[in-house]
């Protein structure tokens, strides 16, 4: 059964940091392209960030070099690490992986930038 589980999310005061973790179990992880998307309420769901099996990256316009994506293929995990939160980074971030025709997507985490 295949399942990514995100975590890391919570309240953090503008201008603060964040890292988001995403571990991943019943795939083969190191041949998967991951993502990160986020849902903020009443919008689309938006790219924040991919890394590929190769470890290239790929960021969304919402990234704006703040945020960085990285992966440990041995510990099965993607991370995002935010940095400068502002409330408009408020969403549901979630974790995606994806080979082929394969998509698989976590239950999401949380993240709520306020003062």
């Known amino acids: 059964q295949v399942q990514l589980v995100e975590s890391g999310g919570g309240l953090v005061q503008p201008g603060g940091s964040l890292r988001l973790k995403c571990v991943s179990s019943?795939?083969?992880?190191?041949?998967?392209?991951m993502g990160w998307y986020r849902q903020a309420p009443g919008k689309q769901r938006e790219l924040v960030a991919i890394i590929t099996a190769g470890k290239r990256t790929n960021y969304g316009d919402s990234a704006s070099g703040r945020f960085t994506v990285s992966r440990d293929n041995a510990e099965n995990t993607a991370f995002l690490q935010m940095t400068n939160l502002q409330p408009e980074d408020t969403a549901i971030y979630y974790c995606n992986a994806v080979l082929e025709s394969k998509s698989h997507w976590g239950q999401g985490t949380q993240v709520t930038v306020s003062s």
């Open positions: 019943g795939i083969s992880f190191m041949f998967y392209k």
